[in-house]
C-alpha cells in the first residue's frame, strides 16, 4: 500500500510540473500532460483508497494519514469534475500543488493502528464522510478561484503586471466559478450534517453532543448560506465573495 501512495504522488507531482510549467510557458500540450497525470493519479488513488476499503471493511479515514489521503482524493476529483464543467485550466496550478502537499504529508505521518469499532461500519458515516470532504473539496477550490480572482483583479486595477493579466481568465469566469464551486459546497456541506444527524441518532442516541467538530461545522454552514443570501439578495459578489471564500477555506483548514 505504500508503494502505492508513493507512485500516486508521484503523479500528482508530475501534474504539478506540468501545469506550472503551463503557467509559465502558455503552451497547452504541457496542460495537457498535466491534466493526464492527475487523472492517471486520480485513478491510483481511488484504487488505493478502494483496497483499503476492501480491507478494512469501512470507509479509510480512521487516522491521519487516511483522513489527509482521503481529502487530497476529494480535491482531485472535484478539480477534474470542475474542468470538465468549466474547462478553467489555470485552476490547476492552484489544484494539483494543493493535492501534492497534502499526499506528500500522507507517507511522513506515523500510522496508529488502532481497533476498528463499529462506528466505522454504518452506510451513514460512509455517507456523512464522503459528503463533508467532497463539500470541503468543493470550497477549496472556490478559495483557489476567489485567490485568483484577487491577483487577477489586481492586475487590471493597479496595470503594473501584464504577467498576471494575460495568463488569468475574465473576472466573470472566476466568479461564476468560485460561485458554482460554494453552492455545490454548501449543498454537500447540507447532506453531510444531515446525514451526521442521523447516524449520531441512530449510534449515539443524540443528534448533538456539542463536539468541536459539530460546532465548527455548523457555523461554516451559517457563514456560507448568509454569503449565498447576500450574493442572491444584495449582490454580494467580485472581491468580496472572493476575499469572504477564501478567508472561510483557510479557517476551515485551521479550525
Not at 503557467?23 to 497547452?28: A, E, P, S, T, V
Not at 478553467?88 to 506515523?110: N, R
Not at 487590471?156 to 458554482?180: H, M, N, Q, V
Request: proline share 4%.
Amino acid at each position: 500500500m505504500d508503494t502505492a501512495i508513493l507512485a500516486t504522488l508521484a503523479l500528482y507531482m508530475l501534474s504539478t510540473a506540468g501545469y506550472l510549467a503551463y503557467f509559465f510557458l502558455q503552451k497547452n500540450r504541457l496542460q495537457q500532460a498535466g491534466l493526464a497525470l492527475l487523472m492517471a493519479g486520480f485513478l491510483s488513488h481511488t484504487a488505493v483508497i478502494g483496497i483499503g476499503f476492501a480491507q478494512k471493511g469501512h470507509i479509510p479515514v480512521s487516522n491521519l494519514p487516511e483522513t489527509l489521503s482521503f481529502a487530497g482524493w476529494a480535491v482531485a476529483g472535484a478539480f477534474l469534475v470542475l474542468h470538465t464543467r468549466y474547462n478553467l485550466k489555470v485552476l490547476g496550478v492552484y489544484a494539483t500543488p494543493f493535492v501534492a502537499l497534502v499526499m506528500a504529508i500522507v507517507p511522513l505521518i506515523p500510522k496508529t493502528p488502532a481497533e476498528t469499532p463499529a462506528v466505522f461500519k454504518s452506510f451513514w458515516l460512509v455517507a456523512h464522510v464522503t459528503a463533508i470532504f467532497l463539500g470541503e473539496a468543493a470550497f477549496a477550490l472556490a478559495a483557489g478561484a476567489g485567490l485568483l480572482y484577487l491577483i487577477q483583479d489586481d492586475a487590471i486595477r493597479t496595470k503594473r503586471s501584464r504577467f498576471f493579466f494575460k495568463r488569468l481568465p475574465s473576472l466573470e469566469l472566476l466568479d461564476a466559478t468560485g460561485y458554482a464551486c460554494i453552492v455545490v459546497g454548501f449543498c454537500l456541506l447540507t447532506l453531510g450534517l444531515i446525514t451526521g444527524l442521523v447516524y449520531a441518532k441512530s449510534y449515539w442516541g443524540r443528534f448533538w453532543s456539542w463536539d468541536p467538530k459539530e460546532v465548527w461545522s455548523g457555523i461554516a454552514w451559517l457563514f456560507y448560506a448568509v454569503l449565498l443570501h447576500g450574493r442572491l439578495t444584495v449582490g454580494w459578489r467580485g472581491r468580496r465573495s472572493a476575499i469572504s471564500a477564501s478567508v472561510c477555506c483557510c479557517s476551515r483548514f485551521w479550525g
